[in-house]
């Protein structure tokens, strides 16, 4: 069971960046849409820290979480509540 878990851990790490490289990569200004990306994920991170406590998880600001939420943006932090709660 643990190996599954962690299997499909990284699985859903891998695959969601994958789909945003080449999400980037197909935009047509693709700086502007990382940037835009980034900004949408941090506030989403900071929103889910500051108020995620009545939604019962609150992420910590560490370096992982905040990378994750500024390079895959707000579904970054949609993967950080999803192995929060595969977790359990």
Not at 11 to 27: A, E, H, V
Request: with cysteine.
């Amino acid at each position: 069971m643990d190996f599954f878990r962690n299997y499909l851990y990284w699985m859903l790490w891998g695959t969601g960046i994958l789909i945003f490289i080449c999400f980037y990569i197909k935009r047509q200004k693709p700086v502007r849409t990382f940037l835009l990306g980034g900004v949408t994920g941090l506030t989403s991170l900071l929103l889910l820290h500051f108020y995620g406590e009545a939604a019962g998880f609150a992420p910590t600001l560490c370096t992982t979480n905040l990378l994750t939420s500024s390079l895959l943006g707000v579904p970054g932090t949609a993967l950080i509540v999803l192995t929060h709660v595969m977790a359990w």
